[in-house]
């Protein structure tokens, strides 16, 4: 696609239940991170991908969450058991990975709001 | 470990003002230096970026350069317009997985 793309655009969940939020990223691009921003917090990095692999999850906050990528494409945050301060919006960003720093392109966000 | 500090906001300015936005890191290794900006309602987008001491990166009216005897990216911007209000993030990257590390964001508003 053009761009890269996130889906649901917002959820809205009740304490305790499971959410996923999913990311594609641009065609081709190797590399996709997801990244945290909340009004506590500013923006933080939470896993990268590179393929399929995550070399770097330094950034999950527990083990409630975990996030998988399949077929070096579309990714998937799940969050289990969501707890009022996971509420944010879920950033994911794509680049390719060629040697010198590379751009990343941001998605729109899903916003996450647990109530 | 890696950090960045930008000036809090809110900074609201009048249209044609001249705009700083400071910015100073700290990092392990020699870090690439980028600025971010959200417009509202928008995702994140790259504005500029700079990867090696003394580079200026520009792009739509908007300077940083790299100071590394600094350690410092301050934005720069001559003539701000309306349509620069928005919020803007300066972040940096290390290492080869390059994921960023940012600032907590300036609110800029430009008012006519």
């Known amino acids: 696609g053009a761009g890269v793309s996130q889906s649901p655009s917002n959820k809205v969940t009740e304490k305790g239940k499971d959410v996923e939020l999913r990311c594609d990223p641009i065609?081709?691009?190797?590399?996709l991170y997801w990244y945290r921003q909340s009004l506590g917090q500013g923006l933080e990095f939470l896993i990268y991908?590179?393929?399929?692999?995550?070399?770097?999850k330094s950034g999950l906050p527990s083990d409630r969450f975990s996030a998988e990528r399949t077929g070096g494409s579309v990714s998937t945050l799940t969050i289990q058991r969501t707890q009022q301060e996971d509420s944010a919006v879920y950033l994911c960003?794509?680049?390719?990975?060629?040697?010198?720093?590379?751009?990343?392109?941001f998605g729109p966000g899903t916003r996450l709001t647990v109530l | 470990g890696n950090s960045v500090t930008q000036m809090e906001g809110p900074v609201t300015l009048s249209e044609e003002a001249f705009l700083t936005i400071n910015c100073t890191y700290t990092?392990?290794?020699?870090?690439?230096l980028f600025w971010y900006v959200q417009y509202p309602g928008e995702g994140l987008q790259l504005l500029l970026k700079?990867?090696?001491?003394?580079d200026k990166g520009s792009n739509k009216g908007f300077e940083a350069t790299y100071r590394k005897e600094t350690t410092s990216f301050h934005l720069e911007k001559g003539s701000v317009q309306v349509s620069d209000s928005a919020v803007y993030f300066c972040?940096?990257?290390?290492?080869?997985?390059?994921?960023?590390?940012f600032g907590k964001g300036t609110l800029l508003t430009v008012n006519p």
């Open positions: 960003a794509s680049s390719f990975l060629g040697g010198q720093t590379d751009t990343q392109y």
């Open positions: 065609s081709g691009h190797t590399a």
């Open positions: 991908f590179q393929g399929n692999s995550a070399p770097d």
């Open positions: 990092a392990t290794g020699y870090p690439s």
């Open positions: 700079a990867t090696k001491a003394d």
């Open positions: 972040a940096l990257s290390v290492g080869s997985n390059y994921k960023l590390t």
